[in-house]
């Protein structure tokens, strides 16, 4: 059984959009090769191979990938690589630490190529899938967010040159964009707003945490997210990617507003107007 055993992995399984994709996986009689970064949900599903792993280590990546590959090489078959481990950082750009970005690039955009690069050649043999979790915040950067966005728009290019060049192999690659999602992703440490200067920005980051953070936080339930996922994902020929929200086209439009006038909605939403000094919006 083990030498035709299907297999996925899936990066991030700790909650969220990833434990349900891997409890989707499992149920359909995959196995299943997992990352966690803080506890296994999957401890005593004897079909579950998981691995501890802090993405913002490459040494630590690096290691996944072997880990993963050493269990492909006993007979296991990659049909599906699934990076899902993402961080949302973000904060005001005049004030927020540059090593916010490199943490962030580190995890949503470099283990996404360090994995694609180390599974390709399994892929190749199956003639498998990668499914990749972006974000609708790779299509519109709002304030405050420019760390995950800036990643997440980078993870759009990279999947489009990579969709590319597999094509020709046989290899599909999946792009999906989450809107309003909600996954622990939004649960950012308190301690990181602490340096920003409330006398400037403080009003606005509460706007912003009232009208998007927790807006986010009570979006579409993960575990209906990763069902329509799955369900892309087992079709035959998939489309590039897929715009996942409870109400797709009013999220799809938020990406075609003109910048003006996204921009003068922005600065309203969030509080954005900070009196006779502001610039025009």
């Known amino acids: 059984m083990k030498n035709s055993m299907r297999t996925a992995v899936i990066t991030g399984c700790d909650s969220g959009i990833g434990r349900s994709l891997c409890e989707i996986f499992l149920s359909s009689g995959f196995a299943v090769i997992i990352s966690y970064l803080r506890s296994n949900p999957f401890a005593n599903n004897s079909m579950a191979y998981a691995k501890k792993v802090d993405f913002r280590r490459p040494d630590e990546v690096q290691s996944f990938a072997g880990f993963a590959l050493s269990r492909l090489g006993q007979g296991f078959r990659l049909e599906y ?10 904060g005001p750009v005049e004030l927020i630490p540059l090593e916010i970005y490199r943490e962030t690039f580190e995890i949503n955009y470099f283990t996404l190529a360090a994995l694609s690069r180390a599974f390709i050649p399994e892929l190749k043999k199956t003639r498998g899938t990668i499914g990749v979790i972006g974000s609708l915040a790779g299509k519109v950067a709002l304030p405050y967010l420019s760390p995950y966005a800036s990643s997440k728009f980078a993870v759009e290019g990279f999947c489009d040159s990579m969709r590319r060049e597999l094509n020709p192999f046989g290899i599909r690659t999946v792009l999906f964009e989450p809107g309003a999602v909600a996954t622990p992703i939004w649960e950012r440490p308190p301690e990181q707003d602490s340096a920003y200067d409330a006398s400037l920005y403080g ?3 509460a706007s912003f945490k009232k009208n998007f953070i927790e807006q986010g936080k009570s ?12 369900a892309i994902l087992m079709k035959k020929n998939p489309g590039p990617r897929y715009l996942i929200d409870s109400c797709a086209p009013a999220a799809y439009l938020k990406s075609k507003i003109p910048d003006r006038l996204l921009d003068a909605i922005v600065a309203r939403l969030f509080s954005m107007v900070y009196g006779a000094g502001s610039g025009p919006i």
């Open 219 to 230: 979006g579409m339930d993960a575990s209906r997210a990763a069902a329509k996922m799955f």
């Open 203 to 205: 009003a606005s980051l």
């Open 81 to 90: 690589f699934i990076n899902n481990a993402g961080v949302a950082l973000g």
